[in-house]
């Protein structure tokens, strides 16, 4: 059940220096209302997202094609309101084609990622920072999901990327507060190293190494 979540991030005061631009998205669907509060904080899941493996998202690669494909979208509707594998899910995602989509399943739709990050930089925040996700196996409840549009299987996110991204999650992790040796231990992760299967998320093309050094580097010394 929902707890009247509204976490969010105060990025200008926890990252100054910083100077992109930050979009409040928190009421992109209804079912952003209906998440659960996660627990403790204990990583920062990144990942990749609008590439050919998300066709309808493709087409865009912005904030407001993200959010068409996971609430309108059966594969990404799909997603993010039904149990189980990704395989299981396709005969559903089928017959949601050809009838429309359940109201019940729209109604609870969501972006599942807390942030999107694009190209130019710019951040959307999408969910409460207590909500949770639907993004990484075993840090939904308790993980944070940080999403930069592109395809880091073949190209590099821009520079301008990479600056936002560890803005967000320097921010993130001084703005949840704790000791500066209990924000060390919070768990900088790319989606793959949360998975059994690698997925070539965020990609091989990602600096997931340069960001985790950038991050810790930015942080108080313990």
Same mark, same amino acid.
């Given at each position: 059940?929902?707890?009247?979540?509204?976490?969010?991030?105060?990025?200008?005061?926890?990252?100054?220096?910083?100077?992109?631009?930050?979009?409040?998205?928190?009421?992109?669907?209804?079912?952003?209302?209906?998440?659960?509060?996660?627990?403790?904080?204990?990583?920062?899941?990144?990942?990749?997202?609008?590439?050919?493996?998300?066709?309808?998202?493709?087409?865009?690669?912005?904030?407001?094609?993200?959010?068409?494909?996971?609430?309108?979208? $059966?594969?990404?509707?799909?997603?993010?309101?039904?149990?189980?594998?990704?395989?299981?899910?396709?005969?559903?995602?089928?017959?949601?084609?050809?009838?429309?989509?359940?109201?019940?399943?729209?109604?609870?739709?969501?972006?599942?990622?807390?942030?999107?990050?694009?190209?130019?930089?710019?951040?959307?925040?999408?969910?409460?920072?207590?909500?949770?996700?639907?993004?990484?196996?075993?840090?939904?409840?308790?993980?944070?999901?940080?999403?930069?549009?592109?395809?880091?299987?073949?190209?590099?996110?821009?520079?301008?990327?990479?600056?936002?991204?560890?803005?967000?999650?320097?921010?993130?992790?001084?703005?949840?507060?704790?000791?500066?040796?209990?924000?060390?231990?919070?768990?900088?992760?790319?989606?793959?190293?949360?998975?059994?299967? $690698?997925?070539?998320?965020?990609?091989?093309?990602?600096?997931?190494?340069?960001?985790?050094?950038?991050?810790?580097?930015?942080?108080?010394?313990?």
């Amino acid at each position: 059940m929902a707890q009247n979540l509204v976490g969010l991030l105060d990025l200008r005061t926890y990252q100054p220096g910083w100077s992109g631009s930050f979009v409040d998205r928190r009421d992109h669907a209804p079912g952003v209302a209906q998440r659960p509060q996660r627990t403790p904080l204990k990583g920062i899941v990144l990942h990749r997202i609008g590439d050919a493996e998300h066709a309808p998202v493709a087409e865009g690669r912005d904030v407001d094609s993200i959010i068409r494909f996971f609430t309108q979208d $059966p594969e990404g509707v799909a997603t993010v309101t039904m149990d189980g594998s990704y395989d299981s899910k396709v005969p559903m995602m089928e017959k949601w084609r050809a009838s429309g989509i359940p109201a019940a399943n729209l109604a609870r739709a969501f972006v599942p990622y807390a942030f999107l990050i694009e190209p130019s930089g710019a951040v959307s925040q999408m969910l409460p920072l207590e909500a949770v996700g639907a993004h990484a196996p075993g840090y939904n409840q308790s993980g944070i999901g940080v999403a930069f549009i592109g395809d880091f299987r073949t190209d590099p996110p821009t520079p301008a990327q990479v600056d936002s991204g560890v803005a967000v999650c320097v921010a993130l992790l001084l703005q949840n507060g704790g000791s500066p040796l209990a924000q060390r231990h919070v768990q900088i992760l790319g989606h793959d190293e949360t998975r059994p299967t $690698p997925k070539l998320c965020p990609g091989p093309n990602f600096p997931l190494q340069q960001i985790k050094q950038r991050i810790m580097a930015a942080l108080p010394t313990p």
